[in-house]
């Protein structure tokens, strides 16, 4: 009897012993993610899992959907008769640009120099290019890649506003600003 209860005794010590050592290895096994590979040198090293990868990729094309609708909603930089220097309104909206643009290296910019209807198609043209200069400048001072923007005039052939009055004039001299993913 006594040879039995010595026995049991080391079975439910056995018990308990393999319980602590299995609650306790679980409680400390770290969590690894992803999967093992050998390295080009032979030495093993962690790579993120498809799962992983997949999140990110999702998580990068979600980002640059919201860039690219905050890039549409870039605002226009009006002019004066006849004038390509900037107001201080459009030095305010170009360095909104320039932040957003800065943040978001990974877009390009056209700009687009526009006039009213007045002047001639050669003086409307080459004021459109100044605009469209003007704005680059300004983007370019305030640390924006030059090589992320390119400029275009169309003169008075896109008017914004098909008006011919003063307010429809002054809403059609504009610097216009179309932001796409760089290629």
Same mark, same amino acid.
């Given at each position: ?5 010595? +026995?049991?005794?080391? +079975? ?13 290895? $679980? ?5 690894? &993610? ?11 090293? +962690?790579?993120? =899992? ?11 094309? &979600?980002?640059?959907?919201?860039? #690219?609708?905050?890039? =549409?909603?870039?605002?226009? @930089?009006?002019?004066?008769? *006849? ?8 030095? #305010? +909206?170009?360095?909104?640009?320039? *932040?957003?643009?800065? #943040?978001?290296?990974?877009?390009? !910019?056209?700009?687009? /120099?526009? $006039? ?15 605009? %469209?200069? =003007? %704005? ?6 305030? /640390?924006?890649?030059? &090589?992320?923007?390119?400029?275009? =005039? ?6 914004? *506003?098909?008006?011919?009055? #003063? ?10 600003? @179309? !932001?796409?993913?760089?290629?």
């Amino acid at each position: 009897m006594k040879r039995r209860l010595t +026995i049991m005794g080391t +079975i439910f010590v056995l018990i308990l012993g393999l319980s602590v050592i299995f609650v306790t290895g $679980c409680a400390k096994k770290e969590v690894v &993610k992803g999967e093992m590979v050998a390295t080009e040198k032979g030495t093993a090293a +962690i790579q993120p =899992s498809e799962a992983e990868l997949q999140k990110e990729r999702e998580a990068a094309l &979600k980002k640059k959907a919201l860039a #690219e609708r905050e890039a =549409s909603r870039f605002e226009d @930089v009006n002019f004066d008769l *006849d004038k390509f220097n900037l107001k201080p309104r459009g030095r #305010e +909206i170009l360095r909104q640009h320039a *932040d957003w643009l800065l #943040e978001y290296q990974d877009f390009s !910019v056209v700009i687009e /120099g526009h $006039c009213d209807e007045r002047g001639t198609n050669e003086y409307n043209l080459a004021l459109g290019e100044r605009r %469209a200069a =003007s %704005a680059m400048e300004y983007l370019v001072n305030l /640390g924006v890649d030059k &090589k992320r923007l390119t400029t275009i =005039s169309y003169g008075e052939e896109l008017p914004l *506003d098909p008006r011919h009055n #003063e307010e429809g004039w002054a809403r059609n001299r504009r610097a216009h600003f @179309v !932001v796409t993913p760089k290629r």
